[in-house]
């Protein structure tokens, strides 16, 4: 089998999508995803005029050997836009494969490991109160662990807490919008909202929360500590990991488990916090970490120290990165849980999948290859729009991490 074309898609069915599609001489296609939220077509142009022309002719079932041509070949390594490029392809590569040999990808990263995935919603709130109906409505839809955040008193805006009426979503038409954030008011805060969340819907519930690289080391060793009561499922992001070893100083202050690696691109991130076992989740993804290829060794790294998987899975994943994680979740020994952000209906429509939730349980279904496909007629509708992840800053105006 020989690749004969390969082109990009672009979309924008409520928010950016950039899509790879890998066609071969048999009649089957790949997809990949190579979204990169507020840096989309950057992702797009490196695909298009550095990697697609190198990968024609070649047989797409060599994915090991066509990853480390564009990882080693390019001869400037990592960083999200390459290795999101590098992932659309990868992941491309595996739908064809499973397609070819009329198999779902689950069966050829070593198959089923279990039968459903835990999954976890986000339940977000203005305040307190408003998220506890948040938790509320989750349970009822049949959510078994859920993601709490909730507004700041004090604080106009936050991190995952929507400014109008519907869902939250990240990213936002036009140039960065500015949020505000002070350490103190947010620290005494989440104590506060975790002791209602427990009192509320009691101990059977998994908890999780994401500090979204905020803090420093020693802030996230005090909240950690102080959430012990609550009993997380995790206490994710607490401080930017650029600098590995600050997440020992969390470790001696607590036993609330750690999740980190959402903007990971390689091992090599995560690499000290794996063998040092400063972590108990890696949130690294098919997309931003060069695609299954890599992420199945992340993973089969992690297992050695007890380390879990934790797929990121915001809405900024397309429909084709979620079911590749899917696939991988279903089939590595070392599953821990899945995010599941919905996506809107016009994107599921642009992206028609296999892919099911149940009784708080996600399902890669068993279509050959990854179970996902792309309406071209209708993306075509949904024409790019410029977007941008906010900026945060402190109350002095000093930027700060978003
Ligand atoms: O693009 C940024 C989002 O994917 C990120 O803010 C979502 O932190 C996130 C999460 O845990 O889903
Ligand atoms: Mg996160």
Redesign the pocket.
């Known amino acids: 089998m020989k690749i004969t074309n390969a082109f990009v898609n672009i979309t924008s069915p409520g928010r950016n999508f950039v899509t790879l599609k890998i066609e071969t001489d048999e009649g089957i296609f790949g997809l990949g995803d190579g979204t990169l939220?507020?840096r989309e077509l950057a992702v797009a142009s490196y695909l298009t005029e550095h990697v697609l022309p190198c990968i024609i002719g070649r047989d797409p079932f060599q994915s090991e050997d066509i990853w480390q041509y564009l990882y080693r070949g390019a001869y400037w390594r990592r960083g999200p836009v390459t290795m999101a490029a590098i992932g659309a392809v990868d992941v491309a590569l595996w739908d064809i494969k499973g397609k070819a040999l009329n198999t779902p990808v689950y069966n050829l990263l070593g198959g089923k490991s279990r039968d459903g995935l835990l999954a976890y919603a986000?339940c977000t709130g203005k305040d307190i109160d408003h998220t506890l109906e948040d938790v509320a409505l989750h349970k009822e839809m049949g959510f078994k662990a859920v993601?709490v955040q909730s507004g700041i008193p004090g604080l106009s805006t936050t991190?995952?807490i929507a400014k109008g009426t519907g869902r939250y979503e990240?990213?936002e038409r036009g140039l960065p919008s500015e949020h505000q954030w002070s350490t103190e008011m947010y620290l005494r805060h989440v104590p506060q909202l975790f002791a209602r969340v427990r009192e509320t819907f009691g101990e059977e519930l998994h908890l999780l929360h994401?500090c979204?690289h905020r803090l420093t080391p020693i802030e996230a060793g005090r909240l950690g500590k102080e959430l012990e009561p609550f009993h997380l499922f995790w206490m994710?992001?607490p401080t930017p990991a650029e600098l590995q070893e600050g997440f020992k100083i969390i470790r001696q202050h607590t036993t609330t488990p750690i999740a980190v690696g959402?903007?990971f691109n390689t091992i090599w991130d995560a690499h000290d916090l794996i063998r040092n076992q400063f972590i108990d989740y890696i949130?690294m993804t098919p997309v931003h970490s060069g695609g299954l290829t890599h992420l199945k060794k992340v993973a089969d790294f992690a297992e050695l120290y007890h380390v879990r998987t934790g797929c990121?899975?915001?809405?900024?994943?397309s429909p084709v990165t979620i079911a590749a994680a899917l696939h991988f979740d279903t089939a590595v020994h070392n599953f821990g849980i899945q995010?599941l952000?919905p996506h809107t209906d016009e994107t599921n429509a642009v992206f028609p999948h296999q892919y099911r939730f149940k009784d708080g349980m996600m399902f890669p279904g068993d279509a050959p290859g990854l179970g996902v496909d792309l309406d071209e007629a209708l993306a075509a509708k949904y024409p790019y729009l410029r977007a941008y992840?906010p900026i945060n800053r402190k109350l002095d105006g000093t930027l700060t991490d978003?």
């Open positions: 939220n507020g986000h993601r991190y995952g990240p990213a994401d979204h994710e992001d959402e903007v949130r990121h899975g915001a809405t900024d994943m995010e952000m992840l978003w």
